[in-house]
Nanobody
Framework: QVQLVESGGGLVQAGGSLRLSCAASVSMFRLYAMGWYRQGPGNQRELVATITSGGSTNYADSVKGRFTISRDNAKNTVYLQMNSLKPEDTAVYYC???????????WGQGTQVTVSS
């Protein structure tokens, strides 16, 4: 059974930074693309960033240039470095195994990010 455990969220002022981590108990983790999603208050869950097994990355326009996704296959962990945070980045952030942007596994508990103005 796949488990996804997100951590690293918190309360930060606008302009600040946070680094999120997602530990994935996925067999052969290194073979899978991973993604970070977020769901803000009253919003649908949206895809924020993806990283392929080969390390290629893609970002939503709203976070491009501010967020960086990375992975450590030895630790079965994917990261999301978030800089220049804005109040509109406030959301619960989730990770998942992805294919074509589609999440493939059950969701974890997520980690709350709150950006104050």
């Amino acid at each position: 059974q796949v488990q996804l455990v997100e951590s690293g969220g918190g309360l930060v002022q606008a302009g600040g930074s946070l680094r999120l981590s997602c530990a994935a108990s996925v067999s052969m983790f290194r073979l899978y693309a991973m993604g970070w999603y977020r769901q803000g208050p009253g919003n649908q869950r949206e895809l924020v960033a993806t990283i392929t097994s080969g390390g290629s990355t893609n970002y939503a326009d709203s976070v491009k240039g501010r967020f960086t996704i990375s992975r450590d296959n030895a630790k079965n962990t994917v990261y999301l470095q978030m800089n220049s945070l804005k109040p509109e980045d406030t959301a619960v952030y989730y990770c998942n195994v992805v294919s074509g942007g589609i999440p493939l596994r059950s969701w974890g508990q997520g980690t709350q990010v709150t950006v104050s103005s």
